[in-house]
């Protein structure tokens, strides 16, 4: 079986890696750039994959909508830059496949396809679900119960990637 790592990108995006039966969820690492926004750290986005030494990577496309202002979408596209470059760097690196998915085909064919209508809350919550079933002791919510739906997704991501390759 092979080991297997699902990234959801963003600035509160994780890491969700596979292993047999083992299954664990890393927030992804945010620094500080030059000119003071925050920014993934590839370097440490490098370490943490170098670390788990995936043979499959699976990372979701990040795409800006039309409501997204112009200052929201350059900070987006740059974190995403960032969380790219530590990618590259570990495929450069080891003999590695790294495959990117749009968010509604693994949601597709996971069947976590939220009602037409649904709030934001109620979609995350339909991958939540999905990953407590799957996973039963994985850490998605905060000690107060709030959802870290990076790393639900990131799992279930990690999870497609299995179906689909393994």
């Known amino acids: 079986m092979a080991k297997i790592v699902g990234i959801d990108p963003g600035l509160s995006g994780a890491m969700g890696f596979l292993d047999g039966m083992i299954y664990k969820t ?3 690492p945010v620094t500080t750039g030059l000119d003071k926004q925050n920014v993934i750290d590839s370097h440490l986005v490098f370490d ?3 670390d788990l030494r995936p043979e499959i990577i699976m990372f979701e496309l990040q795409q800006v909508q039309m409501i997204t202002g112009k200052k929201t979408a350059f900070i987006m596209g740059r974190t995403y830059q960032s969380l790219l470059m530590g990618i590259e760097m570990y495929q450069n690196t080891f ?4 495959v990117s998915v749009r968010p509604q085909e693994w949601k597709k064919s996971l069947g976590l396809i939220a009602p037409k209508g649904s709030s934001s809350k109620a979609k995350k919550q339909i991958t939540a679900d999905f990953v407590k079933n799957v996973f039963p002791r994985a850490e998605i919510y905060t000690p107060r119960g709030r959802l870290l739906d990076g790393r639900s997704d990131a799992l279930a991501i990690a999870e497609y990637a299995r179906r689909k390759y393994c």
């Open 48 to 50: 943490m994959l170098n």
């Open 95 to 98: 003999e590695v496949s790294v």
């Open 26 to 28: 890393f927030d992804l």
